[in-house]
């Protein structure tokens, strides 16, 4: 038996009627359409209504014109628990109306079509006139599928908001983009922006785990961005490990001996541990090594989101997530695909930057030149496609036992939307895998 598809939501119709509180432009996307509930379409109408006095909206303004609507039906002793919803909802909302206004606007789609659906059953029982009500019926759904969203915008308007945003200077402590740290990739890159999602690829050994974890790194503790870890390769401990030895400059072998096989650190060791204590106390990171499918890892980017204002997410690595079941249709290369674009969607939605970590397909190996190509993501689904950014890790050691590059690494921007693609070389320290400018090689870090 076929589920029946729901076509209410409640808690996205307080979400959304809640999020207008946080920012007043929100109300222009709301419509008698969208709700069902006879509580939320009565506190739109009151929205606009504020609004077109040029009154605030807050739950103080909604509460008194309550109070005062003629059309209010649910009398004095329900009006303080129709405005305490704004209280309810009102930190979730935020974060999360953009997000409930899609859930509405589908719910509302699909409404509208089984409307047209049981109009045309009817009206295809008079035969003579079954011409007509195609034609009126195609009319309907056409309109259905364009009228979900808000009308295109003229170019015109656009260039003027642009021109404002070039002018509009970030207040104190706004942060409207973070760069790498690696100056020779940031004047290839210039800046990681919120609301993309950008790739790290490479082959196994490369680095990929590490430059990801870098990145993080730099950008909590140098920029103060508040910073999750998706981790599917390594569970919270040994990745902090990791963390660590990028963070002190400690070996990472070493501190795995200590913990494993109880050797001493070294008093140079516990000293640069020590040092940085304060500020790994103060760190904005957070790792997650507990979501492994494609709704626990977006689960938890909105729960850290709402919680913790997280504005950049560091998943490790996408193969890992479990998105493919045997008992489905789709192909594992289909299924990454669409978590990709699912992931992009909610970067732009929450306007937070995702940063997938990938590792390339064999085909690397059997070239001449390994440096990775964009070709090499193919069989990672749709994943060249939805990125903005693709940096791929290329270094000469792992291949050239005897390399002249050994210590440095290629970082090669084989896509930006944003401006060019060309290789960036920085060094590497191995043996606390972090990825610098190459005149730190010889600085204990």
């Known amino acids: 038996m076929t589920k029946v ?3 209410y939501n409640e808690e996205a119709e307080y979400t959304a009627i809640t999020g207008v509180v946080h920012d007043i432009k929100r109300l222009d996307l709301l419509d008698d359409k969208l709700f069902l509930s006879p509580r939320c379409k009565f506190l739109l109408g009151i929205m606009k ?4 006095r040029g009154a605030v909206i807050d739950e103080s303004t909604i509460h008194d014109a309550v109070k005062r609507s003629d059309k209010n039906s649910y009398g004095s002793d329900n009006i303080d628990t129709l405005v305490d919803m704004f209280y309810q909802h009102s930190s ?9 206004v899609d859930v509405l606007r589908t719910f509302a789609q699909r409404r509208k079509l089984q409307d047209i659906s049981k109009d045309l059953y009817n009206k295809a029982k008079d035969e003579s006139k079954l011409s007509e009500v195609i034609d009126n019926t195609l009319k309907e759904l056409n309109l259905a599928n364009h009228g979900k969203g808000s009308d295109p915008s003229k170019y015109w308007d656009l260039y003027l908001k642009t021109m404002d945003r070039l002018d509009d200077k970030p207040k104190d402590g706004e942060v409207r983009g973070y760069k790498s740290g690696l100056v020779d990739l940031d004047n290839i890159i210039g800046y990681f922006h919120f609301g993309h999602l950008d790739i790290i690829g490479a082959r196994p050994a490369m680095g990929k785990t590490s430059l990801a974890m870098n990145f993080a790194l730099h950008a909590s503790l ?4 508040n910073t999750l870890v998706i981790s599917a390769e390594l569970e919270e401990m040994e990745l902090t490990t990791q963390i660590a030895s ?5 070996p990472i072998q070493d501190m795995d001996n200590a913990i494993v096989e109880g050797t001493e650190l070294g008093a140079k060791h516990w000293e640069a541990l020590t040092e940085k204590s304060e500020e790994a106390k103060n760190l904005p990171l957070w790792i997650d090594d507990s979501s492994c499918t494609p709704r626990e890892v977006i689960s938890s980017i909105r729960d850290m989101v709402a919680s913790n204002e997280i504005q950049t997410v560091f998943i490790d690595y996408i193969q890992l997530i479990k998105t493919y079941n ?4 789709y192909t594992r ?9 699912d992931l992009k969607r909610l970067a732009k939605e929450l306007n937070v930057h995702i940063v997938c970590v990938c590792q390339l397909n064999r085909q690397v190996e059997s070239r001449p030149d390994k440096r990775p190509m964009l070709s090499d993501l193919k069989e990672s689904g749709d994943l060249e496609q939805v990125a903005y950014k693709v940096i791929l890790i290329y270094r000469d050691e792992v291949y050239n036992e005897n390399s002249e590059e050994e210590g440095i690494a290629e970082l090669i921007v084989a896509k930006n939307r944003r401006g060019k693609t060309a290789r960036a070389r920085v060094g590497f320290k191995g043996e606390c895998t972090q990825f610098i400018n190459l005149e730190q090689r010889n600085e204990y870090v």
């Open 326 to 329: 045997e008992s489905t249709q």
């Open 333 to 341: 290369a289909s299924a990454i695909g669409e978590f990709s674009y």
């Open 222 to 225: 140098r920029n103060n961005i």
């Open 246 to 250: 990028i963070h002190t400059g400690v």
């Open 5 to 7: 598809k729901a076509t």
């Open 92 to 100: 979730t909302a935020k974060y999360a109306f953009d997000g409930a």
């Open 49 to 52: 209504d504020l609004k077109s």
